[in-house]
Nanobody, 129 residues
Framework: QVQLVESGGGLVQVGGSLRLSCAASGRTFSSYLMGWFRQAPGKEREFVGVISWSGGSAYEADSVKGRFTISRDNAKNTVYLQMNSLKPEDTAVYYC??????????????????????WGQGTQVTVSS
């Protein structure tokens, strides 16, 4: 089992940047696939991106591709979401999620919330215009 704690959210102006962090408990962080999702008020939870167990590959949603970058540091048990060129529509609660055993051959398939077993509590990101 793994526990996840997000941090780094806040209020930022349009075009600004934020870096979210997700710290994981336990000693086997590298055995978890890590994803980021977001949820705006009244909307379903939306896939943002995913990074492989080793960190060697990452996949982002089209809505954030080129602006957001996922990375991880397995030595620090932490996954990051660097968000640049922020837009008002990026306003949401951002969640990190973890999955242990692989289900698919490619990480680009892990885009649904039910593909993940563990979730953090979320961190609010608000982009003001």
């Amino acid at each position: 089992q793994v526990q996840l704690v997000e941090s780094g959210g806040g209020l930022v102006q349009v075009g600004g940047s934020l870096r979210l962090s997700c710290a994981a408990s336990g000693r086997t962080f590298s055995s978890y696939l890590m994803g980021w999702f977001r949820q705006a008020p009244g909307k379903e939870r939306e896939f943002v991106g995913v990074i492989s167990w080793s960190g060697g590959s990452a996949y982002e949603a089209d809505s954030v591709k080129g602006r957001f970058t996922i990375s991880r540091d397995n030595a620090k048990n932490t996954v990051y979401l660097q968000m640049n060129s922020l837009k008002p529509e990026d306003t949401a609660v951002y969640y990190c999620a973890a999955r242990g055993a692989p289900m698919f051959s490619g990480i680009d398939h892990y885009t649904r919330p039910d593909h993940y077993n563990y979730w953090g509590q979320g961190t609010q990101v608000t982009v003001s215009s």
